[in-house]
């Protein structure tokens, strides 16, 4: 039985009856009846790569998939740059599905691969990159969290599984496995104490304090508060559908299926919500909750211009001394439903936590009128219900 040979493949140029002349890259491959079958793809256009070296450039990495059924040297990447161009046309396209990866994580792995990884060690051949070098350079970046790091390893190691997956290297070949980084934190999160975090909504304007208040009361990541929409919030069960996350401009789904949980929301909380409505200017069903003025309305704000612009500056003035992040918000909700003794399945579901440890989970799924009462004795150590908005809110509801 022959081998497979390995193919360079051709181009040929091709003049568009509208647009200009582009590059064409053929080959063969073999359909799913087992028969030869020549295949075609548009690299660029003659403008774009104005000679037939420069388009054999932009095609090196597709011909490393061309070739993945030959073991010999020609198919085989040389450098780990080009491993990551290979792994980014696999497994990071954008525009393809993937029941691995979300857009989001895509986004994600693409910005460390290019701002991080291959700067490192792209120049590097697959099997001169060691596990100490890496732990060593993982240990040297002092701008990084440790789960940041974490991150970075679990996104080479990846690569070079891809590298095993093909054939490029054999099993047991990924250095990374041998690298040992701490996931942590070398800042500890802070809860806010009552007063801080009542000095602290003084300090910000409506939309923030909004903002805060929802994550505080609610246990959302920023990411989710972020996602909401006036569409997913039922005034007549005060409950929201929490469906997607915006992270860095990126839509997503939320974290987990369990993220993706109707939360209660509490009246109080609901009134802060309807007073929000009626300031902003997006206040229409399709519209984010807390979209963002620069955009028109078309996006919400990034997180981290909000924690630079307004969260931040804003414990300063109220005097707060600890690290405040939007996570403070969300540890802080935690926090108060332990101090207030609740059922630890109540807790589990009203953060949303995927998993819970063995003797957790001897507990009864919690009702939800559990969860409304748990998460309203918080509401009323937050935003003490002395304040007479209930009724208001009642009323803007129906």
Not at 45 to 57: D, F, G, I, L, N
Not at 120 to 134: D, S, T
Not at 165 to 170: D, I, P
């Amino acid at each position: 039985m022959n081998r497979p040979r390995y193919q360079h493949g051709f181009f040929s140029r091709h003049q568009r009856k509208k647009g200009p002349e582009v590059w064409v890259y053929r080959w063969r491959d073999i359909d799913a009846k087992g028969k030869p079958k020549m295949r075609a793809l548009v690299i660029g256009s003659v403008k774009q790569y104005p000679t037939e070296t420069a388009a054999w450039k932009a095609v090196s990495t597709l011909r490393l998939d061309v070739n993945h059924h030959t073991s010999r040297p020609e198919g085989l990447p040389e450098t780990f740059e080009q491993l990551v161009e290979h792994y980014r046309l696999i497994e990071l396209d954008l525009e393809k599905e993937s029941e691995r990866k979300v857009v989001q994580t895509k986004q994600t792995y693409a910005v460390y691969l290019k701002a991080r990884i291959v700067p490192r060690w792209g120049h590097y051949r697959l099997r001169e990159i060691k596990a100490v070098a890496v732990e060593r350079w993982l240990g040297s970046i002092d701008d990084l969290a440790n789960g940041t790091k974490a991150k970075i390893k679990g996104i080479m190691s990846e690569v070079f599984q891809h590298a095993i997956r093909y054939g490029w290297l054999n099993d047991g070949e990924n250095p990374i496995f041998a690298v040992r980084q701490s996931t942590k934190r070398k800042r500890v999160t802070e809860p806010l104490e009552v007063t801080e975090f009542r000095a602290l909504m003084l300090e910000l304007p409506q939309k923030m304090r909004v903002i805060g208040i929802v994550a505080a009361t609610t246990g959302l990541r920023i990411s989710e508060v972020l996602g909401l929409k006036w569409m997913d919030i039922d005034w007549k069960t005060l409950q929201m559908d929490v469906s997607r996350s915006v992270v860095d401009g990126i839509v997503g789904k939320c974290k987990t299926e369990t993220s993706r949980r109707p939360v209660p929301i509490d009246e109080l909380t609901t009134a802060e919500l309807l007073a929000w409505r009626k300031e902003t200017c997006y206040a229409e069903p399709d519209d984010w909750v807390f979209a963002s003025e620069r955009v028109q309305g078309k996006m919400p704000p990034w997180a981290d211009t909000l924690l630079d612009r307004f969260l931040q500056p804003a414990a300063k003035r109220a005097g707060i001394t600890k690290w405040v992040g939007f996570h403070t918000f969300r540890h802080t909700y935690s926090t108060l439903l332990k101090a207030n003794g609740e059922d630890v399945k109540v807790v589990q579901e009203l953060m949303r936590h995927a998993n819970i440890s063995t003797t957790m989970n001897i507990y009864t799924k919690a009702l939800t009128s559990a969860k409304r009462e748990a998460q309203s004795r918080v509401v009323d150590v937050l935003l003490d219900r002395s304040r007479n908005v209930v009724e208001s809110a009642a009323e803007d509801a129906a």
